[in-house]
Each structure stands twice: as C-alpha cells, then as structure tokens.
C-alpha cells in the first residue's frame, strides 16, 4: 500500500529535551513536506525537500532541522523543543516539486512538549 | 505565509441535507485541491481540479474551480455520519510557483 508512515503518533516531552519525529514514504517520491497544523492558523509547511540533500526552509522553520540522506526518508529534529512547538505534525510527499497530483500524508504526530 | 480564506468555519447539519464551503484567494490557482481529513488522521484527496470552471464529481461530493481561478467550492449531497470531519482546500499558484497554500478549514458536524 502506497503510503507515507510518521512515528510516534503520540509523544509528549519535556522542554529542552533532543527529539526526532520520523517519516518515511514508499512511492519513490522526490518531493517530500514537514507541516504544523495548529487550530485557527491551518497547515503551516516548515521545511521541504525536493530531492537527496537538498532542503529548504519553509514558512515557520525556526527550531527545527530536516535532513533528507535517503529518498525514502525525511525525519523532523527538534534540538530543543519548547512550549510553544506543542502542535500536530504532519509529513506529506509527492512526486515531484513541480507536480499537481496533490498530496499524500502522513496519519500525523501529535507532539506536547511541557 | 499566505492562506486561504475558507468559509464557513465550521457547520453542523441535519443527516441528509446538503452542504457548501468555498475557498477563496487574492492570487490566481493553476490547481485546486480538496482534502477531507478525519478525525485522528491526515488529510485524505478527495479531488483535483485543473481548469478554470472545471466542475468535477467523487460519489457524492462536488468541486468547481472558480472562473475568476480565485476561488473554489466543494459541495456535499445527501450528508451522512462520515462526512464529519475537515475539510481543506488547497491551491498551487500560477506559473513558476509551485508552492501548495492551504486554507483554515471548514470543520463539518452531521447530526443524526
């Protein structure tokens, strides 16, 4: 089943402490996504990747890192995570950059950190 | 970054009536998107829509592309039970941009 998988769906932690939410995707898609969706604000994108190595900010990347070592794989680094990146995460891919098939997400990570 | 205004917020109705939600922009699309999200999950495609007036149909559900290309309506007929959930528009701008904007969400109730 085609399919991008996160992990954890749940975590809770604490402020200051290392974390890494993971993504992986089996479509063979270059274009990979990391959003936040908070209520009233929608889907915020804060980094994307349109192939190995190469990364880009989004539009809320601070306190965050990516990196994209593996087509298949895209993980979230938060260093040192405060109160205020308490959200619910999503990865999404797509074929490419430039395409317009949409989307495919992720079942989402819900992250408080206290 | 930009969004898109998506109206109404949120809406509850009555198993088996109809419902309406639009999204609008201040920029032009070359593609609009509907995503339903259920609770718990991600967002889910429900339909693309590639030209301006472009009105295209997934069971019961309807999606037009604006011909203005600035905005874009989802209908749902004969609402039940699993409709509830999110509901999201998005848009990919004009030529060169690629980008996918999302709007706020129309949060949709049924009652049986």
């Known amino acids: 089943e085609a399919q991008v998988t996160q992990n954890p769906r749940y975590l809770i932690t604490v402020t200051g402490k290392k974390l890494t939410v993971t993504c992986s995707q089996n479509m063979n898609h270059e274009y990979m996504s990391w959003y936040r969706q908070d209520p009233g604000l929608g889907l915020r994108q804060i980094y994307y990747?349109?192939?190995?190595?190469?990364?880009d900010k989004g539009d809320v990347p601070e306190g965050y890192k990516v990196s994209r070592k593996e087509k298949r794989n895209f993980p979230l680094i938060l260093e040192s995570p405060s109160p205020n990146q308490t959200s619910l995460y999503f990865c999404?891919?797509?074929?490419?950059?430039?395409?317009?098939?949409?989307?495919?997400f992720g079942s989402g990570t819900r992250l408080t950190v206290v | 970054g930009q969004q898109l205004n998506q109206s109404p917020q949120s809406m509850f109705i009555q198993e088996g009536e109809d419902v309406s939600m639009n999204c609008t922009s201040s920029?032009?699309?070359?593609?609009w998107l509907w995503y339903k999200q259920d609770p718990g999950e991600g967002p889910v495609l429900l339909i693309a829509?590639?030209?301006?007036?472009e009105l295209t149909s997934n069971g019961r559900l309807t999606a037009q592309f604006g011909t203005t290309r600035k905005d874009s309506f989802l209908n749902i007929s004969a609402s039940i039970p699993s409709d509830v959930g999110i509901y999201f528009c998005?848009?990919?701008?004009?030529?060169?941009?690629?980008?996918?904007?999302f709007g706020t969400g129309t949060r949709l109730k049924v009652l049986a």
């Open positions: 920029s032009i699309f070359n593609t």
């Open positions: 829509l590639y030209k301006a007036g």
């Open positions: 998005a848009g990919q701008g004009p030529s060169g941009t690629y980008k996918y904007i």
């Open positions: 999404a891919s797509r074929v490419t950059f430039t395409t317009n098939y949409g989307y495919t």
């Open positions: 990747s349109m192939n190995v190595e190469v990364t």
